[in-house]
């Protein structure tokens, strides 16, 4: 029987997307319909070098619609890399964006249309709903199956100085079309696809577990979860195989609008303070968490664990909570030892010195307020020490 | 530190925003900004439609109208689908056309502004609307268009053709008082010439009249001085009269001192006695030279004198001629009548008139010849007169008595200016009057001074 909690008020945001092979390539209508001039096309060097970009780019110019291209993006965006673009896309006199590229390009086009649309800078926008006015029309090409940013309210943004990645949460930076081809996926070393990977698997375990999940944003997590599992070192073995980059990228999508919507915990918030002081790889830095941050969380919403577990293809049935704990657990560092994800924060060059003030900046994430149980300072130290 | 407590409500108000539920949690919608574009898109296009210049909105490529304002609708009378589905010839004349394609020929922007040219515009209702108008090519999304603003001018037209009136006015005005100016300055400049010629007349005439006048003042000292001679002459007789008389008692004493002598009754007594008698002779004949001399002396200024001694100074140097002659002079005065004026010219005038009276008596050789001479005071003024009874003078010629060169006497006896001069001395000097009429038996002449 369900409880009434289960009918508490839930939102569900999602924006227009296309998804299917060969959709990168309705990009020109796509801009032309949003009434497009001239486009900045938001990239960085490593899709660039794939061609993504270009085809894009091309499909543009055939709907006649002009380019400026801005790709100097490091892989976390950080603050300054928004101003910039920013600061090209006036020059240049774009009325539209698009994103061809991973988490990184992404987040940076959505950082780029608050600051031209809000006229500030982008630091000021941290937080939940700091966004007032819509920013421009944006168009995202995913060309990983992680982030998810194509199709979430969250941009993140790397701030250089003050050492942290801070989130940016609104539905104004929803992008207006996603146009999610499993094609522009294929490029992705086993690697990358192994980090993006687990970052989505992150995505939507903290989805389902979330303090907001609902009984819509609960489907696209178990389904993220459960293709993740099946397809996830298979696609690593067959980079090429575009059903299997399909599979990937769609349970990318489904974990994308679950966390959206249900938004995120612990992990995210740790590794975000992870990524913020040592520029960590972010899928890197949740892979290695989420076993420790399971462990933590597990008392507070033990049944979602075990949805977990069934939809990862364990058998819980009966199993004592400390041992479901367990099982679920070892599937995960399983997953990842397949995957080659065997590092630990000591080997990310994490030092024990650095623990409380890593856990302080995890406080304030907002990811951590979803996190299904509220974690002082020193759980999450004690959560840091673990993974050293 | 944050209590428990702090953190839970915080935790629980950022779960709410982030599930969606915060009331600035909105999807992304242009609407809100879009309405507000459209708002001051409205404002704006209200402010065009209710400016009162004409604009339109030209597309180069096409050189068709593809927007106008309400004003330019309004001003031509036509809708404003109308305006946009007529070609420009429909509202241009052929040099304004002219000149706008010429702007639209260029294919950029122009960096300065053409300059306006005043034309007209055909209206949909007919008649013609005057117009100042300027285009300015603007470059929108890289298609080119000519803004064309055409501000109506009938206004200012009017004003301008009234003050073209006005000035017109004004300069027919001007003409037509230079020309009253140039006719009156012509009329002047003759009346000038005619008056310079005037002038010069008169200059001539004056020099004329001044020659003239110099020749009657010389004819007129030439007169006086035959007049003086004359009297002169008269003068010489009357001495002469004077002198037989004791010139004759001189010679008498000195027979009597020459008999005496020879008869012995000489004595230092008798000689001293004739001594005495021709001392006291002699004595009379300067004084009559003196009297003489001092009558013919004129007058150098004014003097009060009593016309009584006049006539008895007068009279006295005429007494012994007149009484040679047998001619009788009366004297009779009362008022002891005084003259502020020129006595020896006075005396000269009673003398002539004595003259003339013993002339007339002499010739009309009257038996009992009497002059009476009388004098009184009447009204103010001295009263003269002289009358013999010489039997008048003849009705016609009394009235030229006075004029000059007139004269009844022999040729030779007399000058003709005797009479003329008194009158002139009485009247012109003195202020006086010289009249003369005729008694039952001769003339009165009377002086009024």
Known sequence: MKEPTEFALRKFVAPEFIFGIDARKLTGRYAKNFGARKVLVVSDPRVMAAGWTDDVIACLREEGVECAVFSSITSNPRADEVMKGAELYQREGCNALVAVGGGSPMDCAKGIGIVCANKRDIIAFEGVDKVELPIPPLICIPTTAGSAADVSQFAIISDVQRRVKFAIISKMIVPDIALIDPVTTTSMPAELTAWTGMDALCHAIEAYVSTAHSPITDLFALQAIRLITSNMLPTMVELDNIVLRGEMLLACLDAGLAFSNASLGAVHAMAHSLGGLLNAPHGECNAILLPYVIEFNFPAAPDRYREIGKAMGLDMDGMASRDALSALVAAINHLNKQAKLTYTLGQLGVDRGIIPTLAEKAMHDPCIFTNPRQPRSKDIEAIYEKAL | ?449
């Open chain 2, 1 to 449: 530190m944050k209590k428990p407590s702090d953190i839970e409500e915080n935790w629980e108000s950022q779960r709410e925003k982030i599930i969606g539920l915060g009331e600035r949690s909105l999807r992304k919608t242009y609407y809100p900004e879009l309405q507000q574009k459209l708002d001051q898109l409205e404002r704006f296009r209200a402010l065009l439609d209710q400016s009162n210049d004409c604009i339109f909105l030209i597309h180069v490529p096409t050189g068709s109208f593809i927007d106008v304002n309400e004003s330019a609708c309004r001003q031509l009378g036509c809708s404003r689908q109308e305006v946009l589905a007529l070609p420009l010839e429909r509202f241009f004349p052929e040099d304004a056309l002219a000149w706008a394609r010429e702007i639209l020929a260029a294919e950029r922007e122009q960096e300065w502004d053409r300059d306006a040219i005043t034309t007209r515009m055909f209206k949909c209702s007919g008649g013609e609307l005057p117009v100042e108008i300027n285009i300015r090519l603007v470059t929108f999304r890289k298609e080119l268009y000519g803004v064309a603003v055409a501000r109506n001018i009938t206004e200012r037209k009017l004003a301008e053709e009234a003050l073209q009136r006005l000035n017109n006015e004004l300069e027919q005005r001007i003409a037509e008082r230079t020309a009253d100016l140039e006719e009156s300055r012509t009329k002047l400049e003759t009346q000038n010439k005619e008056l310079q010629k005037t002038y010069h007349e008169l200059a001539v005439e004056t020099t004329a009249l001044q020659r003239a006048m110099e020749d009657l003042r010389e004819k007129d000292r030439m007169v006086i001085q035959q007049s003086r001679m004359a009297a002169m002459g008269e003068m010489l007789g009357n001495i002469a009269h004077q002198w037989r008389q004791p010139f004759n008692v001189l010679g008498l004493i000195v027979q009597d001192l020459g008999l005496s002598y020879e008869s012995g009754e000489f004595s230092q007594e008798l000689l001293d006695s004739n001594i005495g008698k021709v001392m006291e002779i002699l004595l009379h004949l300067s004084q009559t030279i003196d009297d003489f001399s001092n009558f013919s002396t004129p007058d150098k200024e004014k003097a009060l004198f009593k016309v009584d001694q006049v006539i008895v100074k007068t009279i006295s140097l005429i007494k012994e001629s007149f009484k040679n002659k047998h001619i009788a002079i009366d004297i009779s005065s009362s008022d002891d009548p005084q003259i502020n004026g020129y006595p020896h010219e006075y005396a000269q005038v009673l003398l002539n008139i004595l003259m003339n009276a013993r002339d007339a008596l002499l010739e009309s050789r009257k038996e009992n010849a009497r002059i009476a001479v009388r004098a009184w005071n009447e009204n103010d003024r001295s009263v003269v007169t002289i009358t013999d009874n010489a039997g008048g003078i003849k009705t016609d010629i009394l009235g030229k008595i006075f004029e000059p060169y007139f004269t009844t006497k022999d040729l030779g006896k007399g000058t003709g200016v005797g009479l003329f001069l008194s009158k002139t001395i009485i009247e012109k000097n003195m202020g006086g009057r010289l009249s003369a009429r005729n008694t039952g038996d001769g003339v009165e002449l009377r002086i009024e001074v």
